[in-house]
């Protein structure tokens, strides 16, 4: 992939937002957690078998925690927690720094992985967590996978969709970098079109150029709030958390790996655009030579953020993960209607769960 496939084609900049939210979120439960990198108020989201949406979990059922990709927030795993078969868990996830409704201190230009991890176990120490089967897309894997080596206690397994194992290749380094470039020039001198060419290279990244009204809505509901924190004032801050967190990560070495004592599931979307198979598969064997006791499954049709796509298979990969991975005895799947705690939202966004024919959400 050349990075110059990001940019927008003339005609389509009009088509991207096409209605815009009457609110920036649906509120949501924050606290507060001091790290060596700064003080942060996390957006947080819990949903339980018997709510969709709580501010603490069900003490006697397992703890699922999600980490989302760069660019969106935490409503990426709106399929997830719409789910019955998961909602037998208590399913956690946050709002990263400088992603969604999430405020506090700028992070520091040198904030990396093992920082990211760090920002994770005090979140989980500040709503008093235990060790959790911990769910990462993209960015979140990254996060996720560090997480499990520097803090093997808190995780008791590790599920990574679309991971970033390896390397940056430079080419997609460079894609990454022109996104923050449009994004940068927009905002400095108010060009919604650069803006808007941004918003296109990064829907592009995610999603494969697959249009979905699931997709509309999460977009929708995502300009307003990026428009607002990745001002100009936050330009150092909005390109640490959005680009050199991920192309400057360090790729872990055989002993590094081994560190990781849980069972692991990794899936790549065969759809992915700008990770190709061999990628995610150049991972997997090296995860293997460390001993790490890891699966992968390749997801047919499905772009690198796998777990916005409808009709996909994940959810029942991750629910035969999780169910394989519990050491008591299975939940029972809740018998009332579930519904994601951001189902309201996105369909004043945009969603229209009928038009993409989601089984997952219409049980």
């Not at 998961?86 to 230009?109: E, K, S, W, Y």
């Not at 080419?171 to 927009?186: H, L, S």
């Not at 918003?199 to 809505?217: D, E, M, P």
Request: net charge negative.
């Amino acid at each position: 992939m050349c990075c110059n496939e990001f940019h927008a084609p003339s005609g389509v900049l009009s088509q991207l937002i096409t209605t815009l939210p009457s609110t920036l979120s649906t509120a949501m439960p924050s606290i507060k957690v001091k790290s060596s990198t700064g003080k942060t108020e996390y957006n947080y989201t819990i949903s339980t078998p018997s709510k969709d949406s709580a501010k603490t979990i069900d003490p006697k059922l397992p703890t699922v925690l999600f980490l989302h990709a760069v660019y969106l927030s935490s409503s990426i795993f709106h399929y997830q927690f719409a789910d019955p078969r998961l909602r037998r868990f208590n399913l956690v996830t946050l709002d990263l720094r400088l992603h969604g409704q999430t405020t506090g201190d700028f992070l520091p230009l040198t904030y990396n992985e093992h920082n990211a991890a760090e920002d994770i176990s005090k979140f989980m120490d500040a709503l008093k967590l235990p060790a959790c089967h911990i769910v990462g897309c993209s960015m979140g894997s990254m996060i996720g996978a560090q997480f499990s080596i520097n803090y093997p206690k808190k995780v008791l397994s590790l599920f990574m969709m679309s991971p970033l194992g390896s390397t940056e290749p430079a080419d997609i380094a460079e894609g990454r970098e022109e996104i923050t470039e449009y994004w940068m020039e927009g905002a400095k001198s108010n060009d919604e079109a650069a803006l808007l060419d941004a918003l296109y290279g990064a829907r592009q990244f995610a999603f494969s150029n697959k249009t979905t009204t699931l997709i509309t809505g999460l977009v929708n509901g995502t300009y307003p709030i990026v428009k607002k924190n990745w001002i100009p004032k936050n330009f150092d801050a909005y390109r640490t958390a959005t680009v050199d967190l991920i192309i400057q990560r360090k790729q872990h070495t055989r002993e590094e790996l081994s560190q990781i004592m849980v069972p692991v599931t990794i899936a790549h979307g065969m759809d992915d655009i700008p990770y190709p198979p061999n990628v995610t598969e150049e991972y997997f064997g090296r995860l293997q030579d460390a001993g790490v006791n890891v699966k992968m499954h390749k997801i047919d049709g499905a772009p690198h953020f796998i777990c916005v796509d409808v009709g996909k298979e994940i959810n029942t990969v991750l629910h035969d993960f999780l169910m394989a991975n519990i050491s008591e005895p299975a939940p029972d799947v809740p018998t009332r209607h579930v519904l994601s705690p951001w189902d309201a939202q996105l369909r004043k966004d945009g969603w229209d769960p009928e038009e993409d024919d989601d089984h997952l959400c219409i049980i």
